[in-house]
């Protein structure tokens, strides 16, 4: 593989992004979150409860970056935190029954922007995605 190449998939990946981030906006904004929120209320959703270490870990945030996205879900009652009951020091965090709806309403929006995107990929170029970005994801973090 070239440098040309490279550039390439590096200029449409951002595109990618760039258009995901554009055509998610009007969903973010009707249930008045930031795309830092919703990452937050789709790792909780993927999880019954973490804790803000294990939410950071999964968001690669640090711990300390969370604190005002967490206080402001709580105080959307979006959110909750709760001790642990085996161990006192650790807080757990879950969605609430509001956060759910949010988070299925945010789900729902999204997939459709996934259906609109993939609409003209057949099921042979979708198996080939699939492959090509788990192979992408275990280079980058497992390679």
């Known amino acids: 593989m070239d440098d040309m190449t490279i550039d390439n998939i590096n ?3 951002k595109q990618i992004f760039h258009a995901l981030k554009k055509a998610s ?3 973010l904004n009707e249930l008045g979150l930031t795309k830092v929120d919703a ?5 909780l959703n993927e ?6 270490a294990e939410l950071a870990e999964h968001l690669s945030f640090e711990p300390s970056s969370l604190t005002r996205s967490l206080d402001r879900l709580i105080e959307l009652n979006l959110i909750r ?4 009951e085996k161990d006192r020091r650790f807080i757990r965090i879950s969605l609430t ?12 929006f999204m997939r459709n922007i996934w259906f609109k995107a993939l609409k003209d990929i057949d099921k042979n170029e979708i198996a080939i995605l699939k492959i ?3 192979k992408i994801f275990f280079n ?3 390679g």
């Open 11 to 13: 200029v449409q990946w």
């Open 25 to 27: 906006k009007p969903i």
């Open 39 to 43: 990452n937050i209320l789709l790792a």
């Open 47 to 52: 999880k019954k409860q973490k804790t803000k």
């Open 81 to 84: 935190r709760a001790t642990d």
């Open 97 to 108: 029954n509001k956060g759910k709806n949010i988070t299925n309403q945010y789900i729902k």
């Open 132 to 134: 090509t970005l788990k």
């Open 140 to 142: 980058l973090y497992k």
